[in-house]
C-alpha cells in the first residue's frame, strides 16, 4: 500500500500506511492505494435500467459483478483490482430502506447537481451553467430527485417570505453507480469491460459512460496529469494507533505537516474534531448481522452500514491541453514585449509553474527557485508556508496548489501558525483520481482528443472537506487578502497575481478546465457490500 498512492511506483521511499487486521479485510482498497502497479484502468459509470424501485433482488446483481469484478479490499496488492460506489438514488432504487437512506449525510442525499450546491461548486448560477463546465451542460450525474431535504424552507438561509420552488437540475445520462477497474494493460482491461457489460446485462445493469483511465509513472516514480505537471504529489497521512500502521505491524506515526486522524477518511473512526465520523446505519437483522455489520457503537437496534466507508466524491475534468500551453506562451510573451529588461527568465513555463504553485516535477516553487527533493528524491512536502514564502514571492498567495492546501500560510501571527496549519488538515481529501485520454503528442497543437483527469477524492464530511476546500479556498475571490482572483488552474476566466522584484506582475488566465459530469458517491465497506448484494 502506498503513502504516495496515485504517483509512487514499487521503489525505495517513506514507509507506507496501511490498515492493520480487521480493518484490512472490510476497507476498499482504494481506500489505502492507489494501484500504481496496475497503470491502466477503466471507470464504468452504470444505471439501473429498471422501474421504480427493486423490492426484491434488487442487490441480485451485485452477487454477480463479485463473481466477474470481485471488489478489491485492502489487505495487499492485487494482480487486477476493482473499487465500487453508489448514488443515492442509486441505493434507492436497489430498495435500501428509506429510514437508512434518510441517516446519509445531507450533501450525498442531495446530490452535486442541487442548485445551492452547484453555485457553491461554482457550476452554475441563475439558471445558467458557467464557463467551468462544458458547453451544453455536463453529461452525466446521479440525477438525484429532490426529496423534502433538498427543498426544505426552515433549514435555508436567506429564504424569502414566499417559498421558492426548486428546479431539478438534470443531466442526459444518470449514474446510480461506478465501478473503477485497475488492469496491467490496455488488451485485459478492455476485455475485462467486456465481460463485466455481458454479466450485468441480464439484470437490467447497463454501462451508460465510460471512460479509460491510465496512470504511468516515470523512473522516478511520479504520474504527470495531461498538462505535464506530477500529479497526486501532496496527499493527506491518515493515523489512528492500532489501526493505522507500518509493515511490521507498529503505529504510523503522526506526519506533523499533513497527518489527519482516520475519521477524515474513514467513517466509524474518529476525525479531526475528535468525534467519530458518522455514517449511515440499518436496523438489526440477521442479514445484516451475516453479511458482517456490526453493532452500532451508540445507536441500540442498529447495525453500523457506514463503518470502514466513505464518501467519494467524482468530477469528470476536461481539460484543453493546446490551448493552455498557447495561452502560457502568449502570456509570456506579452510579459517579454512590456519589460524585456527584467523579465528574460519568463517563457510559457515560468507562468505556468506559477499557476499551478510546483515545476513540472512536483517541486514547491520557492524564493529563488524550488524546493529541493526529499531524501527519496521525491518532491518534498513536508514545509510550511508560513516560514518558507508568507508573501508568495516563489508559490503565489493565488496558485492552484496554495488555495487547495494552504498549510499554515494563513496565519496573522508566528503563535498562529500550528493552530493554522491544524485547521488547514481539518479540511485535508484524499484524492484516488486518474487522468483519462490518450496523452497529446504536441501540447501546443490541438488534436480534438477527449482528455482530462476523472477527479476522484474520499471524505468522511463532504461539505466541512469537499465542498470548503473548493467554496472558501479555491473559488473565494479575496483569499489570502487577494481581491477578485480565484483559481487560476480549475476556475473561471480571471486574473493571477504574481509577486516579483522589482514588478508585480498581474496576468489573465483563461478557463482550461471544463466539469463534464459529477456526483458523490457513497464508498460501502466490504460488509456493506455484501449487505447491499442481499437486498
Not at 469484478?69 to 435500501?96: H, Q, S, V
Not at 483569499?479 to 477578485?484: K, P, Q, V, W
Not at 488552474?489 to 486574473?495: A, D, Q, R, V
Request: charge should be negative; proline fraction near 8%.
Amino acid at each position: 500500500m502506498d503513502q504516495r498512492p496515485v504517483s509512487a511506483a514499487p521503489q525505495k521511499g517513506p514507509p507506507s500506511w496501511k490498515l492493520a487486521p480487521p480493518h484490512d479485510k472490510l476497507t476498499q482498497g482504494m481506500v489505502v492505494s492507489g494501484f500504481a502497479t496496475l497503470p491502466t484502468g477503466r471507470a464504468l459509470f452504470l444505471q439501473f435500467c429498471w422501474d421504480g424501485v427493486k423490492k426484491k433482488q434488487g442487490g441480485a446483481w451485485l452477487e454477480t459483478l463479485q463473481g466477474v469484478a470481485p471488489i478489491t479490499d485492502a489487505d495487499g496488492r492485487e494482480e487486477r483490482a476493482a473499487g465500487l460506489g453508489f448514488t443515492w438514488e442509486g441505493l434507492r432504487k436497489m430498495g435500501l430502506n428509506a429510514n437508512t437512506l434518510a441517516s446519509f449525510d445531507r450533501p450525498f442525499k442531495e446530490g452535486m447537481f442541487q442548485e445551492d450546491r452547484l453555485r457553491r461548486l461554482g457550476d452554475r448560477r441563475e439558471d445558467e451553467w458557467l464557463g467551468t463546465v462544458i458547453p451544453g451542460g455536463p453529461k452525466w450525474s446521479g440525477n438525484t430527485p429532490l426529496d423534502n431535504a433538498a427543498v426544505d424552507s426552515e433549514a435555508r438561509a436567506f429564504d424569502d417570505e414566499e417559498k421558492v420552488v426548486e428546479t431539478r437540475v438534470t443531466t442526459p445520462i444518470t449514474v446510480h453507480a461506478l465501478l473503477l477497474l485497475y488492469e496491467k494493460d490496455e488488451e485485459t482491461a478492455e476485455a475485462w469491460c467486456t465481460k463485466v457489460g455481458e454479466a450485468l446485462a441480464p439484470h437490467d445493469v447497463k454501462i451508460v459512460h465510460g471512460l479509460p483511465l491510465d496512470l504511468r509513472p516515470d523512473e522516478r516514480g511520479i504520474a504527470r496529469e495531461h498538462f505535464g505537471f506530477a500529479d497526486g504529489v501532496s496527499q493527506p497521512a491518515p493515523f489512528e494507533p492500532g489501526v493505522v500502521t507500518v509493515k511490521g505491524g507498529a503505529d504510523y506515526p503522526k506526519d506533523p505537516w499533513n497527518g489527519v486522524p482516520l475519521g477524515e477518511v474513514l467513517m466509524g473512526h474518529v476525525n479531526g474534531h475528535h468525534e467519530v465520523a458518522l455514517g449511515p446505519v440499518v436496523v438489526d437483522t440477521p442479514a445484516g448481522r451475516e453479511a458482517g455489520l456490526p453493532p452500532h457503537a451508540r445507536g441500540e437496534g442498529f447495525l453500523d452500514l457506514g463503518l470502514d466507508g466513505s464518501y467519494m466524491v467524482v468530477r469528470e475534468l476536461k481539460q484543453d491541453v493546446a490551448a493552455f500551453w498557447n495561452s502560457m506562451a502568449a502570456s509570456a510573451e506579452r510579459i517579454n514585449k512590456r519589460d524585456p529588461e527584467h523579465s528574460g527568465h519568463i517563457d510559457a513555463d515560468w507562468i505556468a509553474s506559477r499557476v499551478v504553485g510546483r515545476d513540472l516535477n512536483g517541486n514547491l516553487l520557492c524564493p529563488g527557485g524550488v524546493l529541493p527533493v526529499d531524501q527519496y528524491n521525491q518532491p518534498n512536502n513536508d514545509f510550511g508556508f508560513y516560514d518558507r514564502d508568507l508573501h508568495g514571492h516563489g508559490c503565489p498567495l493565488g496558485s492552484h496548489v496554495r488555495r487547495g492546501n494552504p498549510r499554515d500560510g494563513l496565519a496573522p501571527k508566528p503563535s498562529d501558525k500550528q493552530t493554522l496549519l491544524d485547521a488547514a488538515n481539518n479540511h485535508r481529501i484524499l484524492r484516488r483520481g486518474r487522468k483519462y485520454g490518450p496523452t497529446i503528442v504536441d501540447p501546443r497543437k490541438d488534436d480534438g482528443a477527449d482528455r482530462g483527469l476523472l477527479f476522484i477524492c474520499l471524505n468522511t464530511d463532504i461539505t466541512r472537506q469537499f465542498e470548503f476546500v473548493q467554496q472558501t479556498w479555491m473559488l473565494n475571490q479575496n483569499f489570502a487578502f487577494l481581491y477578485d482572483e480565484v483559481d487560476p488552474l480549475i476556475g473561471p476566466k480571471g486574473m493571477l497575481t504574481i509577486p516579483e522584484k522589482p514588478l508585480r506582475r498581474i496576468i489573465e488566465v483563461d478557463t482550461f478546465v471544463q466539469m463534464a459530469g459529477g456526483e458523490y458517491f457513497f464508498l460501502p465497506s466490504m460488509p456493506a457490500i455484501r449487505y447491499l448484494a442481499s437486498l
